[in-house]
């Protein structure tokens, strides 16, 4: 007798899938942190992979069983070596990188960076998070707050760009372990080298968290701090549209170190079907037109970036250099929940964020954060970036307007039944 589909097993959950993909087909998804992983990538995390237990690295493991395993996760370091490797000079890395593909996610990623350098007390130095950085660059509601000394740097007051003789200032006299170069809500391009002399004047660690722009170097389309930093980490979907992993890439030196802070020092067995689909993503990532892909998500934003200044709104540092800008709302006498929550029924999905210097609650801030990765996957460009622009500021206007968002809502439905989302069922 046959196994039971999903919808004969549990009707619940393959209604409320269904749903969220046709969500996900009828909205302009906007969440700079969003992607549409392909067809392909899914049906590798959704395989039989996830069955199999497999402690340790490929050919060093604790179970048997692992010739197959260990062939997948090979293939996806390889993959994203070259992947991440093209144009990049290696000579500081020992002539190569050492990749690690078994971080659950970006944040246990990061945890590792620390287990790898750091001891309890230690000082480390990141953007601070009303900045546009991450809560584990050392927030202090993270645990990387509280078991470490954190020191915040920030963005200049007017320009809202990273100020880099605040950071050499306060990495002179903070003296920290490690130093994080990475972002989460900041439009523009990041001075790796610049940090990097900065982390080498205070004998640190110089940690890059790419995990936003990551498609966008793999593509050439951002500067790399491969054989720059230390230690790179990243998640693997965002601008990479693989699936939700993590990955750590690094010089060799620093490979044992590293490994042995990922596995056995926070985590047990890597999840398979995960790996699988990095490197179906990475394989995808090698592909020319995945370079233009990358090339069209930041065309995208800068479309949308000017368009939206050209509207009164306020984009922070003046526009983008990458896939997303902040809008300031503070000159609409509006704040960004309200807006973001009527976009969500206009179907334009984003998020409601701080902005730099915001005088706000973080649960009702003043800004929005907008990105292009997943409408640029769908084949949208620089017609519906202008579409996009002229919803946001209708909604932004008058976000109580039931009828406007219903109409709006429709006409987005319309557009995007003419860019089918890949991997999603139609």
Not at 8 to 30: C, G, V
Not at 385 to 391: E, L, S
């Amino acid at each position: 007798m046959p196994e039971p589909t999903l919808t004969q097993a549990d009707p619940e959950i393959a209604a409320l899938i269904a749903k969220e993909n046709q969500r996900e087909h009828d909205s302009m998804r906007l969440i700079a942190s969003e992607n549409y992983a392909s067809r392909a990538v899914m049906e590798a995390s959704g395989s039989c992979l996830t069955n199999k237990y497999s402690e340790g690295y490929a050919r060093k493991r604790y179970y048997e069983g692992q010739e197959i395993v260990d062939q997948v996760e090979e293939l996806a370091i390889s993959r994203l070596r070259e992947a991440f490797g093209r144009g990049v000079d290696l000579s500081a890395w020992g002539g190569e990188i050492h990749v690690n593909v078994q971080p659950y996610s970006g944040s246990p990623a990061n945890l590792a960076v620390y287990l790898a350098f750091c001891k309890p007390g230690d000082t480390i130095m990141g953007l601070g998070l009303p900045a546009g950085g991450h809560l584990t660059h050392g927030h202090a509601v993270s645990i990387t707050g509280k078991y470490f000394k954190s020191v915040p740097y920030g963005v200049g007051k007017e320009t809202h760009r990273i100020d880099l003789d605040e950071v050499r200032a306060l990495a002179k006299e903070h003296q920290p372990k490690v130093l994080w170069c990475g972002t989460t809500a900041y439009p523009r391009t990041l001075d790796f080298k610049a940090f990097r002399a900065i982390a080498d004047e205070v004998g640190a660690i110089l940690a890059c968290d790419i995990a936003h722009i990551s498609g966008l170097v793999s593509a050439g389309v951002h500067p790399s701090p491969i054989g720059i930093a230390d230690v790179v980490t990243s998640t693997t979907h965002k601008t990479f549209r693989g699936p939700r992993g993590g990955m750590i890439f690094c010089k060799k030196e620093h490979a044992s170190a590293l490994d042995r802070a990922v596995f056995p020092g926070l985590q047990g067995g890597p999840h398979n079907h995960t790996t699988a689909g990095i490197a179906v993503a990475a394989k995808e990532a090698l592909a020319p037109s995945f370079t233009e892909y990358a090339k069209a998500v930041v065309a995208n934003a800068k479309v949308l970036a000017s368009e939206l200044v050209a509207r009164d709104f306020v984009v922070t540092t003046g526009g983008t250099d990458n896939h997303l800008m902040l809008l300031d709302l503070t000159n609409r006498g509006v704040g960004g929940k309200p807006v973001a929550q009527a976009l969500d029924k206009a179907g334009i999905v984003l998020n409601y964020n701080a902005v730099p210097f915001d005088t706000r609650k973080p649960f009702d801030p003043s800004g929005l954060r907008l990105g292009t990765p997943a409408l640029t996957s769908r084949g949208m460009g620089a017609a519906e970036m202008k579409m996009v622009a002229a919803w946001i500021d209708d909604v932004s206007k008058n976000p109580t307007d039931e009828p406007k968002l219903a109409k709006i809502a429709g006409e987005v439905k319309e557009v995007c039944a003419k860019f089918p989302a890949p991997g999603l069922l139609l």
